[in-house]
């Protein structure tokens, strides 16, 4: 089990076949690498399986290799618009996931330069838009540990900054909270060839562009997302786990976020946040065990709001009507007034 959905395996994955399982997407959300918090988001596994299944067979239409299999209802495999409710299950080709050697203050990751295929690759590729208020880009900017230069910027970059062209970022994926890193450490632990870190790349930015195209329309700004990204028995290339919707994607609409950081804005104020922050600091690895308290729920109405958010955005986004909720822009607009300033 995840902290926002649970693993149903089916085959086995070995070194040199991929195997089946499902996602079985929750109603539970994380933020901040905390794991499950205390709410539970009403409809949100649902939402999210229907927008990644949007878009898995939106992009394997355009010729991009994934891991999607179909969806599942009544244990019958289907494509979207076969569907006759909404699902919260997708089965896919699942990959090994070879863990780096955990060890004191780091990770070994020498295992990489013997496996071959049927793996995770153990990265996270964060593509940007732009630099909304909250990016992790002006916290280590301020920290000292990047160097805005080096992301081809002309200037220092400031809040709500829209780009010319997307900025990739690259991140650990399996270790205790994502640490960010240059390219070039993130090929050497992957041990990918050039070629192999050229593709994906280029798939990073196809996907980027087609979630802003179908997202445009809308009203909504792109402003940033993730990827990740699996090798099949032949070390070809294919985009694994889910993309594009809230939990993976951050949009905004006038100012307004619509995505899972309206429940980071919220835990921000929070002294849980407050002390997670100071334990990250002391301990990279084992910061959990340093937090003494817990995040308290949030207000009954900000969850139902957002859980119409989830709704109304794969509503629109697929164009049909599976869950009874108020246009995008009306809850927005209502869920606005509940943040604090």
Known sequence: MGSVKDLVKIEEPTD?????????????YS??????????????????????????????????????????????????????????ALQFKAVRVVHPKELEGGYDYSIYKREKGCFLIPLEIIYRNSLPEGSSVFKRIREGSLDWRKLGLSEEPKPGQI???PILDVSTKLEASDRYMTWEEGQQI???????????????LAVNDLITE?????????????????????????????????????????????????????????AWFKQTEEAKKK???????LVTGNPE?????????????????????????????PRLKDVLEKVKSMLPD
Request: aromatic letters at 10%.
């Open 283 to 289: 301990d990279a690895v084992n910061w959990k065990a």
């Open 190 to 204: 992957a041990d990918l060839s050039d070629e192999e870190l050229s593709k994906l790349k280029e798939t990073v």
């Open 297 to 325: 729920p949030m207000p009954e109405e900000l969850v139902e709001g957002i859980s119409l958010i989830y709704k109304a955005f794969t509503n629109e986004l697929t164009g049909r009507e599976w869950f009874p909720a």
């Open 31 to 88: 933020v901040f690498d905390w794991g499950e918090m205390p709410d539970h988001i009403p409809e949100k596994g649902s939402s999210i399986c229907l927008a990644t299944a949007y878009f898995f067979e939106e992009l394997e239409r355009r010729g991009i290799r994934t891991h999607y299999l179909g969806l599942v209802e009544n244990d019958r495999l289907v494509r979207l618009d076969e569907l006759q409710g909404p699902s919260n």
């Open 214 to 270: 179908k997202t445009k329309p809308m009203g909504l700004l792109h402003e940033d997302g993730k990827v990740e990204f699996g090798f099949d028995e032949k070390r070809e290339i294919m985009l694994v786990d889910a993309l594009g919707t809230l939990d993976e994607c951050r949009f905004s609409y006038q100012g307004i976020p619509v995505s899972k950081e309206i429940a980071r804005i919220y835990y921000r104020k929070s």
């Open 163 to 165: 780009l010319e062209k």
């Open 16 to 28: 040199s076949q991929t195997g089946i399982a499902r996602f079985i997407f929750s109603d539970r």
